[in-house]
């Protein structure tokens, strides 16, 4: 029977309130359909009666070398998908896995949002919040095709997200590979610095 196009959503239960909690941390229709188990025309549906427009259109974010990108985005996705890994059995699926994937972004945004001293990429995002539900949604399906692997840092012993095909040693987290550069930086400016200085007092000494 033609409804006009209508979508009866009286027999949604957990469907609706997970959709519903989806959509207020921003995700977007195909990944609302993909954790909740319902078609494209009762997501919309349930995005219209939440926020009276229709949800916005367009490809979703994907990047599969995200994580090493900056420093900021390796931190941000080790956060989350550490949640992941840890809380959310793996033959977990359907509307399950989507409750427990919409709990571990919302404890994520909790915790960035405490951050105490944000770098200036951070403190542009809204509450700290670099990586948003889309692109997190994208780095679980690569954690769960094995494309990504926690290893250990070598320095600080902290977990970190890694590309699996990335095999090098040793292996370090980002914040250590940062701050080794820069003392790496710091000695070459230092080792520089002497020598010049050492060559003026020469030229200097030479002029008596």
Same mark, same amino acid.
């Given at each position: 029977?033609?409804?006009?196009?209508?979508?009866?959503?009286?027999?949604?239960?957990?469907?609706?309130?997970?959709?519903?909690?989806?959509?207020?941390?921003?995700?977007?229709?195909?990944?609302? /359909?993909?954790? =909740?188990? *319902?078609?494209?025309?009762?997501?919309?549906?349930?995005?219209?009666?939440? %926020?009276?427009?229709?949800? *916005?259109?367009?490809?979703?974010?994907?990047?599969?070398?995200?994580?090493? +990108?900056?420093?900021?985005?390796?931190?941000? $996705?080790?956060?989350?998908?550490?949640?992941?890994?840890?809380?959310?059995?793996?033959?977990?699926?359907?509307?399950?896995?989507?409750?427990?994937? /919409?709990? $571990?972004?919302?404890?994520?945004?909790?915790?960035?949002?405490?951050?105490?001293?944000?770098? %200036?990429?951070?403190?542009?995002?809204?509450? %700290?919040?670099?990586?948003? *539900?889309?692109?997190?949604?994208?780095?679980?399906?690569?954690?769960?095709?094995?494309?990504?692997?926690?290893?250990? =840092?070598?320095? /600080?012993?902290?977990?970190?997200?890694?590309?699996?095909?990335?095999?090098?040693?040793? *292996? %370090? =987290?980002?914040?250590?590979?940062?701050?080794?550069?820069?003392? +790496?930086?710091?000695?070459?400016?230092?080792?520089?610095?002497?020598?010049? $200085?050492?060559?003026?007092?020469?030229? /200097?000494?030479?002029?008596?």
């Amino acid at each position: 029977m033609n409804n006009g196009g209508f979508v009866d959503l009286s027999h949604f239960g957990v469907e609706l309130m997970l959709a519903k909690n989806l959509f207020n941390l921003g995700a977007r229709t195909p990944i609302v /359909c993909a954790l =909740c188990g *319902i078609k494209r025309k009762a997501a919309n549906r349930i995005y219209w009666l939440a %926020h009276r427009q229709a949800p *916005i259109k367009g490809m979703l974010p994907w990047d599969p070398q995200w994580i090493e +990108r900056s420093t900021v985005n390796n931190l941000h $996705a080790s956060i989350f998908l550490g949640l992941i890994h840890d809380y959310v059995p793996e033959h977990y699926d359907g509307i399950a896995y989507g409750q427990q994937f /919409c709990d $571990a972004y919302a404890l994520y945004c909790r915790i960035v949002a405490h951050n105490p001293k944000p770098s %200036h990429r951070e403190s542009a995002s809204e509450h %700290h919040r670099v990586l948003d *539900i889309n692109r997190a949604w994208q780095l679980t399906q690569q954690l769960r095709a094995s494309t990504l692997r926690f290893v250990t =840092c070598l320095t /600080c012993h902290a977990r970190h997200l890694c590309l699996h095909q990335v095999t090098q040693r040793p *292996i %370090h =987290c980002p914040v250590c590979q940062t701050q080794t550069g820069i003392r +790496r930086r710091q000695s070459r400016v230092l080792r520089t610095f002497s020598q010049n $200085a050492h060559k003026t007092s020469a030229i /200097c000494l030479g002029r008596y």
